[in-house]
């Protein structure tokens, strides 16, 4: 499975963005997904994951419930993080996983840098 993730950059706090992952290589509809994120000097953390096929079930870390929004279109093979109301402490590269059982993850993107200035 290859996934490319996309969409970080530079914004306010309380501004918006919209991570991207496409996945290829595999059934996409077969996967969960989810993203996770990187501070600087801190350990990857879970952000949010949705469940395989339709995608009925997800699940947010406590930090982003309310904020964060992900989902996934089958179509596209994409999987989305839409981030709201973005404070300093979401700076991290933020990276989207593959889970072809449940969720354990057995592929990971790249990663893409989200920066909030205050």
């Known amino acids: 499975v290859q996934l490319q993730a996309s969409g970080g950059g530079l914004v306010q706090a309380g501004g918006s963005l919209r991570l991207s992952c496409v996945a290829s290589?595999?059934?996409?509809?077969?996967?969960?997904m989810g993203w996770y994120r990187q501070a600087p000097g801190k350990e990857r953390e879970f952000v949010a994951r949705v469940s395989d096929g339709g995608g009925r079930r997800k699940d947010y870390a406590d930090s982003v419930k309310g904020r964060f929004s992900i989902s996934r279109d089958n179509s596209q093979n994409t999987v989305y993080l839409q981030m709201n109301s973005l404070k300093p402490e979401d700076t991290a590269v933020y990276y989207c996983?593959?889970?072809?059982?449940?969720?354990?993850?057995?592929?990971w993107g790249q990663g893409t840098l989200v920066t909030v200035s205050s």
């Open positions: 996983a593959a889970a072809r059982s449940g969720f354990r993850w057995d592929s």
């Open positions: 290589g595999t059934i996409f509809t077969a996967n969960s």
